[in-house]
């Protein structure tokens, strides 16, 4: 018999700061609040294995953040950081495409294209010479808190819990982390951040926030293919009009590129599928002959927040910040984060040390910061692609020569509720090729993204209500879930004794969240596994 979570006897860790999350976000945090004032005890804990496995990004990354942070960085770079040289934007047709102008934001003069996991392993070791404790494979199961309800830190999960829910031999208690103060900077749809959001009523007066998936593999080919630094975009095919998507082209240096394809999870057609987009993309005419021959070398996918300065929630509650794309700061159009991240965090870390680790004021601060001024120059760019990719263009355009000027802001959504149901949507013809390169099916695709789950661990992907699966959604939906999973997470098998039921793969969970995000019923909840696991992405 398994003792009860209240039964285990509990280690205690205590720190002025607990930072949950060690991508850009925070350990800018980390750093910052070390170089201010080096008496405070802060800690860093990161749910992957190693730093920067769990990370994913296109990335081009504007360096003035980055500069105010660490002025010499460039005396010791990042591994993968190569000038910006050159950039194109292609609209595509099923066989062919052109060439347009590139829009201002997209110019990158002066940015650099780096691998955003190999710059936070970069990162870390800055945090650390300055005390910050990084505490890779450890993920924060929960939040804790004290009898009035505010954060006093998080509990790491359990290691050695068998499917069962029983102790196997290996079984360790995860400790308590108490804090003055929780900094979630957890990335992308962060699971305690979802939980916080809704039991401090963090998104009450603000706009849902909203996600695309974004899908990339990184290339090796022969080096005279490749001209480092040039930096290409796309619209058009294989999306339809009426669904956002778009690529990126990332050549890099020793022959190496970086592809990827990104869809908004606001699609309305229930028989879209990301993962194919990007593979038929890749097939395109304009594209197979770069990659045509070559080797992937690592891939994955990640939830990306695109609902921008509308459907940003309140950053502060008791005990607690958030920060970075937990918070939701990408600015869509420029298809960047890593700087606005940066600032947060720099931004996180000044507020703490004048306020004697107050979270209170916190959101004011940024708000009032030239994080939310850039944001909103933009915000009605993304909301303008609902109606349809020629309208949506038409309104870039305009958005961009007024900077954002508009006496109107367009709301936003919820992903999960915009897809149509089978009966009232005719899927249409995208055109589809016969693809040659690889990979031939997800399933080959997660190999290249080293995951990996002890299988002998409680699914981390819960369905709250399975019965819905099989007697709604099959005739509803068709079930989607089958096809938005970018690592076949999901099947519908057929089952001897009980007909069909819904399989989860768990193991094959690349941590993307896109199911979290899109599922029609909001059944389904993403919990994190045993630190530890999950991808392990080389140089995404």
């Known amino acids: 018999m398994s003792e009860s979570p209240a039964e285990v006897e509990r280690d205690v860790m205590e720190y002025d700061v607990v930072t949950v999350g060690a991508g850009p976000a925070g350990l800018a945090f980390a750093i910052r609040l070390k170089q201010i004032d080096p008496n405070i005890s802060v800690c860093v804990i990161e749910k992957a294995s190693t730093i920067g496995a769990h990370i994913l990004s296109g990335a081009v990354i504007e360096t003035g953040p980055l500069d105010e942070l660490l002025p010499k960085w460039r005396d010791n770079p990042p591994p993968i950081c190569v000038p910006a040289t050159e950039d194109e934007f292609w609209l595509l047709t099923r066989d062919g495409g052109r060439k347009l102008p590139v829009p201002p934001g997209m110019n990158n003069h002066g940015n650099v294209i780096v691998s955003l996991g190999a710059m936070c392993a970069w990162l ?24 009035a309800g505010a954060v006093i830190g998080v509990r790491i999960g359990d290691m050695g819990i068998a499917k069962d829910g029983s102790h196997k031999p290996g079984y360790t208690a995860g400790i308590d982390i108490r804090a003055k103060v929780t900094v979630l900077a957890e990335g992308a749809r962060g699971h305690l951040t ?11 007066g603000h706009d849902p926030q909203t996600f695309s998936i ?21 619209l058009g095919w294989p999306a339809d009009t009426a669904t956002y998507g778009g690529s990126f082209m990332y050549h890099l240096d020793k022959g ?15 028989e879209y599928k990301p993962w194919e987009a990007f593979q038929q993309w890749k097939n395109h005419p304009m594209v197979k002959p770069l990659l045509e021959g070559g080797n992937i070398v690592s891939a994955g996918a990640r939830a990306i927040v695109t609902g921008g300065w509308q459907s940003l929630p309140t950053l502060e509650m008791p005990g607690a910040i958030l ?54 120059t933009v915000r009605n760019i993304k909301p303008g692609f609902k109606k349809g990719l020629w ?29 149509e149901k089978l009966a009232e949507y005719e899927t249409p013809d995208r055109g589809y090729v016969e693809r040659e390169l690889a990979p031939r099916d997800r399933l080959a695709a997660v190999y290249f993204a080293a995951t990996e789950h002890d299988e ?3 699914v981390h992907l819960h369905v709250l209500d399975t019965s819905i699966c099989i007697e709604r959604c ?7 879930c089958t096809r938005f999973c970018p690592a076949g997470v999901y099947e519908i098998v057929d089952d001897a004794d009980t007909g069909k039921r819904l399989q989860i793969n768990a193991a094959n969970c690349v941590h993307c969240k896109t199911c979290d995000i899109k599922d029609p019923y909001e059944i389904i909840n993403w919990v994190t596994p045993e630190g530890g696991s999950g991808p392990n992405y080389q140089n995404l």
């Open 124 to 147: 870390a070791p800055h945090a650390e010479a300055l005390g910050v404790e990084i505490y890779p494979g450890f993920s924060a199961s929960e939040t804790l808190h004290d009898e």
């Open 194 to 204: 979802k939980r916080l959001i809704r039991q401090f009523e963090l998104d009450k």
């Open 214 to 234: 974004g899908i990339k593999e990184l290339w090796q080919l022969p080096e005279d293919r490749v001209t480092p630094g040039k930096i290409v975009h796309s």
């Open 256 to 270: 190496r590129v970086a592809v990827g394809y990104v869809s908004g999870l606001d699609y309305k057609d229930p």
């Open 323 to 376: 920060i970075g794309d937990t918070a939701g700061l990408l600015n869509v159009p420029k298809i960047k984060g890593t700087h606005q991240a940066i600032r947060s965090g720099m931004l996180a870390a000044e507020h703490l040390v004048a306020s004697q680790l107050s979270p209170a004021g916190f959101d004011a601060k940024l708000r009032g910061s030239e994080v939310m001024a850039e944001l909103h």
């Open 391 to 419: 309208f949506g263009m038409l309104n870039a355009g305009w958005e961009t020569v007024t900077r954002g000027r508009s006496p109107w802001t367009w709301h936003n959504k919820p992903d999960w509720c915009q897809m």
């Open 456 to 458: 002998d661990q409680p």
């Open 474 to 480: 099959t005739v509803e939906y068709g079930n989607p």
